[in-house]
Every structure is written in C-alpha cells, then in structure tokens.
C-alpha cells in the first residue's frame, strides 16, 4: 500500500535533549512538508523539500532542522533550541498537481 | 486576523442532521483543500477545489472564488461524521496556508 509513516507514534525525551523523527514515504512524491499541530491552532509549516537535497524554512523553522538526502525520506530533527516543543508533528507530500495532500499519522512529542 | 477563519469553531448536532462549515479567506489563491482530522490525528484529504463544487458520498464542497468562501456540508449526519474539518488554502509559493478547524460532534 502507497502512503506515508511516521515513526515513533508518541515521543518522549528530556529538555535539552535533540530528537529526530522519521518520515518516509513510497507515493514517489517529489514534495514533503512537516507541520506542527498545537491545541487550538491550525498547522503551522515548519520546512518543506520540494525536491532532493533541497529544502526552504516554513513559518516556524527556528529549533528545527531537516535533511532530504533521498526522495522517500525527509527527517525532522527537533533541536534544544526549540523552546517549545512539545506539540504533535505532521509529514506530509504531495502530488505535483497538488490534487491531494497526503499525510502521515503523525507524531506526538513530549518534551519533560 | 488568520489568512484563513473557519466558523463554528466547535459544532455539535444530532444525528441525521445536515451539517455545514463555513470557511472564508483573505489571500489570493489557486486551490482550497478540505480535510477531516480524526480524534487519533491521523488527517485524510477529503476535497480540492478550484472553482464550483464537488460532491462525495455525503459531502458536498462548494467554493465562490469571488467572496473568498467555501463550504463543507454533511447531509444524513452520522456519529462516524465526528472529527475536526480543516480548511486550508494554497496560495504563493506552492505552502497551504490552514485554518484552526472546526470540532464537529454528531451524537446518536
């Protein structure tokens, strides 16, 4: 089956700690995005890779960092820079035609 | 004021009801997503519409380019409905711009 996963489901780490999560996907999609999803509010565009080895800053980049060294895979790596990271994180890609948007089943961090 | 406000915030009905959510935008765009959040987080694209309307079982999307609004209606609501609706726009850049959602509760 076609579709993207998220791994860990939940995440829990310590303040100070760095953090990566994974994000793959076999759609062949040459975009990916991570979003951040807090209580209340709409996801917020964190990075995006619209092809290989070539990414740009969304609206709340800073704490975070991304690599994109292969079509199917985009890792977030949450930094203890980032003052506030706990927060459910969502992968996502899309079709080039942007017809849909497919998203992974996110992960939600937990920072102690 | 968000780039994207969707109304109500928080929608409640009882079953079988016809249900609508409204969302209005302030910036130029080339395509309005739908999508539906159910309580796991998981999120599934239900609509993208550019212009006109779409149906989909019992969904219906609507969308006047010119007000700057779009619609999400349910008919026949059921309990399986509940979940949040998300709109969001795509505008410059190729980044969807989204709103906060709307919580729709569909009791038996």
């Known amino acids: 089956d076609g579709g993207i996963t998220q791994s860990p489901k939940y995440l829990f780490r310590k303040e100070g700690q760095n953090v990566t999560l994974s994000c793959e996907q076999n759609?062949?999609?040459?975009?990916m995005y991570w979003y951040r999803q807090d209580p209340g509010q709409g996801l917020r565009l964190i990075y995006y890779?619209?092809?290989?080895?070539?990414?740009q800053k969304g609206d709340i980049a800073e704490g975070y960092s991304v690599s994109r060294e292969k079509k199917e895979s985009f890792p977030l790596t949450v930094t203890s820079a980032q003052k506030n990271p706990t927060a459910f994180y969502l992968c996502a890609s899309s079709d080039p035609g942007w017809d849909t948007q497919y998203f992974g089943p996110g992960t939600r961090l937990t920072v102690l | 004021k968000n780039e994207v406000e969707q109304s109500p915030q928080n929608l409640t009905a009882q079953e079988g009801e016809f249900i609508t959510i409204n969302c209005s935008y302030s910036v130029g765009i080339s395509a309005l997503h739908w999508l539906q959040q159910h309580p796991g987080g998981g999120i599934v694209s239900l609509f993208m519409l550019s212009s006109g309307k779409k149906k989909h079982g019992r969904l219906i999307a609507t969308i006047n380019i010119q007000e700057k609004h779009s619609s999400l209606h349910i008919t026949a609501s059921h309990p399986r409905d509940s979940a949040v609706y998300i709109c969001a726009v795509l505008g410059g850049a190729q980044k969807l711009v989204f709103g906060q959602g709307t919580r729709l509760t569909i009791n038996p």
């Open positions: 890779s619209q092809i290989v080895n070539d990414f």
């Open positions: 759609l062949n999609h040459d975009a």
